[in-house]
C-alpha cells in the first residue's frame, strides 16, 4: 500500500499540473486570439490596395512579438511538464519489482509431474468458477485424463450464488430445500434469509400482492418461529407500509443490495462447509498467499543481494522467513521448535520425547552431544529432569 501511494502522490502531482497549465494555456490562446482579431479588425477598415501605414507596420511587428513570446512561455511549460511526468515512472521502478524471478524457483515446474498437477488445480478452479468450456479445453490441450478431475460440486454452487446475486433465488431455495434438514442440524440461518429475500420481492410488487405475500410467509415461516420470531414481526410489520410502498418505510433496509450480498456470502460459506469442500479453490488460496508473502520476499532478496549472500537460499524447499498468513489460510498444524525457534520442515521433523515433550530433530541432535552413560548418548530434556536415549525419541506426523 505505501508504494501504491507514493506511485498516487506523483500522479496527483502531474493531473494538478496539467490542470494548471491547460488553464494557463487556455487564457493566453485566448489572449492571442483576441489580439490578432483586433489588429484584423483595424487593418481591414482601409481598402484592399492600401498600404500599410509605418505606424501599421509598427503594430504589427509588435503583436508579431507578443504572440511569439507567448507562444514560447507556453512550449516552456509543455517542456517543464514532461519533467513531472517521468517522476511517475521513476516512482514505479523505485516502489514496484518488475522481476519476481528472484524470488522464485525456476525449477518448480520443470518436471512432468509438477506440471501435471499445475494444469489439474488449474482446471479444478475453472470448473469451481462455472467455466466448464474453459476446463474441458485445458484438459484437453494439456493431455490430462479427463477422469481424474471430476468438476467438483462447487461449480453448482458457483452458479447458484450468482443466481442470488442477479436476484434469482429459484436455485438457492431448491438447494437449501434439498438439505433443509443438514442445514438445520449446523444451526445455519441460510434457509430463513433465503425466504426472508422471497417474501421481499413479492411485496415488491405493491398492495395487490398482500394476499400471496401473506400465503407464502404463512407457509415458509412457520418452521423458523422459535430461531427468529423477532425477525418474522419484523416481516410482518412491513405489511403496513404497503400502500405507499417498501422503499418509504422504515424497512427499505430490508430490500437494500447488501441483504442479497450478505445472503449470497452466507449461501456459499455453510454450503461449503456442508459439502466438505474449501470456500476459495486451492489455486486462489495459492496466489492469495503468494501476493502476501512476496513483499517481504523481495524486500529480503534485496538485503541479501547487497550483503552477498543470495546463495543460501537458493534449492531449499522451506522460505527464509516466517510470513504471517491470515487465519482463513492456515489448513494445518504448525510446530516451532521451543528450542532453536524454528519451523519444523520435512528434514526437521518434530521429535516426541519419552517424557512427552516435543522438540525439532535438529535440537534433538544438538543435544545429544552430551556425555556418555554406560555406551550410550544420554541427553537431559530441556524442560523436565527426565534422561533418555536420543533414538527413543518418536517422529510426530501433523
Not at 52 to 57: A, D, K, S, Y
Not at 83 to 93: M, N
Not at 119 to 133: L, P, T
Request: hydrophobic share 40%; charged share 25%.
Amino acid at each position: 500500500m505505501e508504494s501504491c501511494a507514493a506511485v498516487e502522490k506523483e500522479v496527483e502531482k502531474v493531473i494538478n499540473k496539467f490542470s494548471a497549465i491547460n488553464d494557463h494555456s487556455q487564457r493566453i490562446i485566448g489572449d492571442v486570439i483576441s489580439f490578432i482579431e483586433k489588429l484584423r479588425s483595424s487593418i481591414a477598415e482601409g481598402t484592399p490596395d492600401d498600404k500599410l501605414t509605418p505606424g501599421q507596420v509598427e503594430v504589427l511587428n509588435d503583436a508579431l512579438s507578443k504572440v511569439k513570446d507567448k507562444l514560447h512561455r507556453l512550449t516552456t511549460e509543455h517542456r517543464d511538464l514532461h519533467g513531472t511526468v517521468s517522476k511517475v515512472g521513476k516512482a514505479i521502478d523505485r516502489n514496484f519489482v518488475a522481476d519476481f524471478t528472484a524470488t522464485s524457483r525456476t525449477d518448480a515446474f520443470q518436471s512432468e509431474r509438477n506440471v501435471v498437477l499445475l494444469n489439474k488445480i488449474m482446471a479444478q478452479h475453472f470448473y469451481r468458477q462455472g467455466m466448464d468450456d474453459v476446463a474441458d479445453t485445458l484438459i484437453k490441450e494439456s493431455g490430462l485424463p479427463a477422469e481424474d478431475i471430476v468438476p467438483e460440486p462447487y461449480a453448482e454452487l458457483h452458479r447458484i450464488w450468482e443466481a442470488i446475486h442477479n436476484g434469482d433465488l429459484s436455485p438457492a431455495l431448491e438447494w437449501a430445500t434439498r438439505y433443509s434438514e443438514e442445514l438445520d442440524a449446523r444451526n445455519s440461518s441460510l434457509e430463513f434469509k433465503l425466504h426472508r429475500l422471497a417474501f421481499m420481492q413479492i411485496l415488491n410488487g405493491g398492495v395487490h400482492v398482500q394476499t400471496e405475500a401473506i400465503t407464502y410467509a404463512r407457509t415458509h415461516f412457520a418452521k423458523f418461529v422459535r430461531r427468529f420470531e423477532k425477525d418474522i414481526q419484523i416481516l410482518m410489520g412491513t405489511l403496513i407500509y404497503l400502500p405507499i410502498g417498501i422503499h418509504n418505510s422504515p424497512y427499505k433496509y430490508l430490500t437494500a443490495p447488501e441483504m442479497w450480498i450478505e445472503t449470497a456470502d452466507v449461501f456459499l460459506k455453510d454450503a461449503c462447509q456442508l459439502l466438505g469442500i474449501n470456500k476459495d479453490s486451492p489455486l486462489s488460496v495459492i496466489v492469495n498467499a503468494g501476493c502476501t508473502a512476496l513483499p517481504a520476499l523481495l524486500n529480503l532478496k534485496q538485503v541479501m543481494m547487497s550483503r552477498q549472500v543470495t546463495g543460501i537460499w537458493n534449492g531449499r524447499d522451506e522460505l527464509p522467513i516466517e510470513i504471517d498468513l491470515e487465519p482463513e489460510n492456515r489448513f494445518h498444524s504448525i510446530f516451532a521448535c521451543p528450542i532453536l525457534r524454528q519451523q519444523s520442515s520435512e528434514d526437521n521433523p518434530p521429535m516426541k520425547l519419552l517424557c512427552g515433550h516435543v522438540i525439532s530433530r535438529d535440537a534433538l541432535n544438538k543435544l545429544s552431544n552430551g556425555p556418555i552413560m554406560n555406551n550410550t548418548f544420554r541427553l537431559k530434556c530441556p524442560y523436565c529432569p527426565m534422561e533418555q536415549s536420543p533414538s527413543d525419541a518418536k517422529l510426530i506426523y501433523f
